[in-house]
């Protein structure tokens, strides 16, 4: 029954990234515009952090009756990241192409942001500890 179950989640992993493949190519040569790009996925990884981030603080200044207030600012920052990525799908596609490769791009993207940016910090860390553990070079011979 594992196997089975390893099988249709590889199976629908495949379908979907063929689907976004073909989707890309589709928009890329109909419109000239892909949305899935690098820039993309930065943008909605700042977008998502910065929703992230500004719920954390929000809750934090709840709990402890502070100011919750620039925990919403970040939040409404976030927001308008994810909104401005809209915006310009739009304007770069037709509104039917934009909102329904948006929304596939966002909720792909964010989910992908959730695995990455952890990943990223420890591999920041990572890069850190080596940086600190690295021996001097001395040039000998010049």
């Known amino acids: 029954m594992l196997v089975i179950k390893l099988i249709v989640i590889a199976a629908a992993i495949a379908a979907l990234v063929l689907g ?9 040569a109909k419109f000239g515009h892909a949305f899935f790009t690098k820039t993309a996925f930065y943008i909605t990884a700042a977008a998502l952090g910065l929703l992230a981030i500004g719920n954390m603080w929000r809750h934090s200044a709840i709990q402890s009756h502070g100011d919750a207030l620039n925990g919403v600012v970040l939040m409404v920052l976030g927001a ?26 966002l909720g792909l993207f964010s989910v992908l942001a959730w695995v990455w940016l952890p990943l990223m910090v420890l591999a920041l860390i990572g890069q850190f500890l080596l940086l600190m553990t690295a021996k001097p070079v001395y040039v000998v011979n010049r």
């Open 20 to 28: 976004i493949t073909k989707f890309n190519q589709h928009c890329t």
């Open 80 to 105: 308008l990241l994810a909104c401005w990525l809209v915006y310009v799908n739009i304007r770069r596609t037709d509104a039917m192409y934009g909102i329904g490769g948006s929304v596939a791009q």
